[in-house]
């Protein structure tokens, strides 16, 4: 029987320590789409998206499916680095809901010369093939 809680203890603080990692990797993820988009990037922003056409976008135009669709949408949005401006983001909760998946909440900024913009946006965020990819974003 102590064997057993002892092995149970193990495992749990195993886990624990996981967390503080995964948390920082997922942290990551944002720091390479802000660097990619601030470059003037879309395609490179869209590397932290799950490339499938089963990628959910929520925007302000509705749902969409398909990272492809995604990034067309973008780049008709942002056509060029001064519509896209300077991207920051600000976490407002990040949660594990398991070793697998994590859900965002946020807000985002632009600062652009025609005038900047924000909201807020949630993404679930699933470890695939040991990469951590967007693959549900709804932003507003």
């Not at 064997?3 to 944002?30: H, V």
């Amino acid at each position: 029987m102590r064997t057993r809680l002892l092995f149970l203890l193990l495992l749990a603080g195993l886990a624990a320590s996981a967390q503080p990692k995964e948390d920082a990797l997922i942290r990551q993820l944002l720091q390479t789409q802000t660097a990619a988009w601030n470059r003037g990037d879309i395609e490179g922003f869209m590397q932290t998206y799950w490339h499938s056409d089963s990628l959910l976008f929520i925007g302000k135009s509705g749902v969409h499916y398909g990272w492809q669709s995604t990034l067309e949408n973008y780049k008709r949005g942002y056509p060029d680095s001064i519509a896209m401006g300077k991207l920051n983001f600000n976490i407002i909760e990040l949660r594990r809901l398991s070793a697998d998946h994590y859900y965002l909440v946020g807000k985002w900024m632009l600062a652009r010369q025609a005038g900047d913009l924000s909201g807020h946006f949630d993404l679930l965020i699933r470890r695939i093939r040991g990469r951590w990819l967007i693959v549900a974003d709804h932003s507003s």
